[in-house]
């Protein structure tokens, strides 16, 4: 059974960083895309960072420049380095993965696999 269980959500004031965590149990991210996402109340879940089986990393153009998603193989566990916060980047935030290597696929209905969401606020 694969789990997924994401950790490192807060609350931080506009221009504070927070580093989320996902680790990862009966899945095997070395060999499949992973990503995470975030979702407002009332809005579509929205793709913030994906990285494939090489390392290779997508963002959505919101945070791009700001967060890193990285990952170690040895300890199963994803990452999320998100720096420079602003009020909009305020949601529930998700882990995710495939049943696939390849990142092409990005929305949020090509993933098999959820955490249970760690919620980040950033206040003004």
């Known amino acids: 059974q694969v789990q997924l269980v994401e950790s490192g959500g807060g609350s931080v004031q506009t221009g504070g960083s927070l580093r989320l965590s996902c680790a990862t149990r009966?899945?095997?991210?070395?060999?499949?895309?992973m990503g995470w996402f975030r979702q407002v109340s009332g809005k579509e879940r929205e793709g913030v960072a994906l990285i494939d089986i090489g390392g290779r990393t997508i963002y959505g153009d919101s945070v791009k420049g700001r967060f890193t998603v990285s990952k170690d193989n040895a300890k199963n566990t994803l990452y999320l380095q998100m720096n420079s916060l602003k009020p909009e980047d305020t949601a529930m935030y998700y882990c995710?993965?495939?049943?696939?290597?390849?990142?092409?696929?990005?929305?949020?209905?090509?993933?098999?696999?959820w955490g249970q969401g760690t919620q980040v606020t950033v206040s003004s």
């Open positions: 995710a993965g495939r049943d696939d290597s390849s990142c092409t696929a990005t929305r949020s209905s090509d993933f098999d696999y």
């Open positions: 009966g899945y095997i991210i070395s060999i499949h895309c």
